[in-house]
């Protein structure tokens, strides 16, 4: 039987301009050891997912800004 694919996240390190794939539960590990201790880990800035302490990793939200430009 074949295991389930699972979800991956790209994480980077700008210092060493290294791209690689994390498996989510792997990505949110790294982002939660923070930047000193994970060896510059980061989400690009092109990512699809934000993360922040409390929350942890989340899709950002596709809601348009509704302020109209005039």
């Known amino acids: 039987m074949r295991k389930k694919k699972e979800q991956t996240i790209t994480l ?3 210092k060493y301009n290294i791209r ?3 498996g ?3 990505a949110e590990r ?3 050891m923070g930047p000193v201790i994970n ?3 980061e989400l ?3 990512s699809d997912y ?3 302490e409390e929350n942890g ?3 950002k939200s596709d809601k348009a800004n509704s302020a109209k430009t005039d």
């Open 50 to 52: 934000i993360y922040d």
């Open 12 to 14: 980077v390190v700008p």
């Open 44 to 46: 690009p800035k092109d």
């Open 57 to 59: 990793l989340r899709i």
């Open 39 to 41: 060896g510059g880990w």
């Open 24 to 26: 989510i539960t792997h």
């Open 30 to 32: 790294l982002l939660d």
């Open 20 to 22: 690689q794939e994390f």
